[in-house]
T-cell receptor, first 111, second 113 residues
Framework: AQSVAQPEDQVNVAEGNPLTVKCTYS??????LFWYVQYPNRGLQFLLK??????LVKGSYGFEAEFNKSQTSFHLKKPSALVSDSALYFC?????????FGKGTKLSVKP | EAQVTQNPRYLITVTGKKLTVTCSQN?????MSWYRQDPGLGLRQIYY???????DKGDVPEGYKVSRKEKRNFPLILESPSPNQTSLYFC????????????FGPGTRLTVT
């Protein structure tokens, strides 16, 4: 079955430290890959996407993601975390027009 | 401002009382979709629409109906709500085809007692 996995329910990081939120996928073909962020009481906001080309994709708010085809991963990264980055992060894969979401990872950045 | 709007934002209702959650987008997007978000389950797609008068089931369509009579609107209808439909609902839209991202509404928190 085609799926998206976010293996960590929660990631805790100290402010100023680098952060990584993991995502792996299991799909056939060459999917489009996305990261979205959800702040409390808000809808999802688009962060970045991978279509093709350079494996390192840069997005909003200083986030970037690295696509690794051999490991079928699309991990979200940021060199220096901010307290304001605390939110729920979703990885998603687009198949046949529809998005399949991971279950989400709660990122908590402490001062 | 480009946006997806949903109404109401919060709704408490009783089992069996028909309700409609409206969704509207001002970006002339062909594709629209409804999701529900439940703790530990992420977002699951309920229904989607590729264009006017074209709708199709997502992963969890049971108990829901939709219509797409106009390009900008995509209402979600619960004919006879049940407690297991208590959830947070999101509407989204995007340009059809191509690797385009989706724009999400602010969400509707529904409680069915």
């Amino acid at each position: 079955a085609q799926s998206v996995a976010q293996p960590e329910d929660q990631v805790n990081v100290a402010e100023g430290n680098p952060l990584t939120v993991k995502c792996t996928y299991s799909v056939s073909g060459n999917p489009y890959l996305f990261w979205y962020v959800q702040y409390p009481n808000r809808g999802l906001q688009f962060l970045l996407k991978y279509i093709t080309g350079d494996n390192l994709v840069k997005g909003s708010y200083g986030f970037e993601a690295e696509f690794n085809k051999s490991q079928t991963s699309f991990h979200l990264k940021k060199p220096s975390a901010l307290v304001s980055d605390s939110a729920l992060y979703f990885c998603a894969v687009r198949l046949q027009g529809n998005l399949i979401f991971g279950k989400g990872t709660k990122l908590s950045v402490k001062p | 401002e480009a946006q997806v709007t949903q109404n109401p934002r919060y709704l408490i209702t009783v089992t069996g009382k028909k309700l409609t959650v409206t969704c509207s987008q001002n970006m002339n997007h062909e594709y629209m979709s409804w999701y529900r978000q439940d703790p530990g389950l992420g977002l699951r797609q309920i229904y989607y629409s590729m264009n006017v008068e074209v709708t199709d089931k997502g992963d969890v369509p049971e108990g829901y109906k939709v219509s797409r009579k106009e390009k900008r609107n995509f209402p979600l209808i619960l004919e006879s709500p049940s407690p297991n439909q208590t959830s947070l609902y999101f509407c989204a839209s995007r340009i059809a085809g191509g690797p385009y991202e989706q724009y999400f509404g602010p969400g509707t928190r529904l409680t069915v007692t």
